[in-house]
Nanobody, 123 residues
Framework: QVQLVESGGGLVQAGGSLKLSCAASGRTFSSSAMGWFRQAPGKEREFVAGISWSGDTTDYADSVKGRFTISRDNAKNTVDLQMNSLKPEDTAVYFC????????????????WGQGTQVTVSS
């Protein structure tokens, strides 16, 4: 099992930026795809972004394409989510996730979840 700890959430005005970071413990991090999900109040958790074990392949939800960038550093066991041009509809709790799959991450592939970090975007 890998422990995931998110940081970097907070309150930001619309149009602003935030960078979320996820620190992982455990030896399986570098061989796992990683991702970010979010859950807004009253809504189901949804996929935001994913990155393959090597960092060569990334995937984004349509709602964040062109605004968010996922990256990873296997030497430091970290995965980041740079969020630019934030909108009020980006307000949610953001979760870091480790996939059982080396290449893709989706809800059903997640082996480990972080505790979540709150992102609030004011209009």
């Amino acid at each position: 099992q890998v422990q995931l700890v998110e940081s970097g959430g907070g309150l930001v005005q619309a149009g602003g930026s935030l960078k979320l970071s996820c620190a992982a413990s455990g030896r399986t991090f570098s061989s796992s795809a990683m991702g970010w999900f979010r859950q807004a109040p009253g809504k189901e958790r949804e996929f935001v972004a994913g990155i393959s074990w090597s960092g060569d392949t990334t995937d984004y939800a349509d709602s964040v394409k062109g605004r968010f960038t996922i990256s990873r550093d296997n030497a430091k066991n970290t995965v980041d989510l740079q969020m630019n041009s934030l909108k009020p509809e980006d307000t949610a709790v953001y979760f870091c996730a480790r996939s059982r799959n080396r290449y893709y991450v989706y809800e059903g592939s997640v082996a480990d979840w972080g505790q979540g970090t709150q992102v609030t975007v004011s209009s």
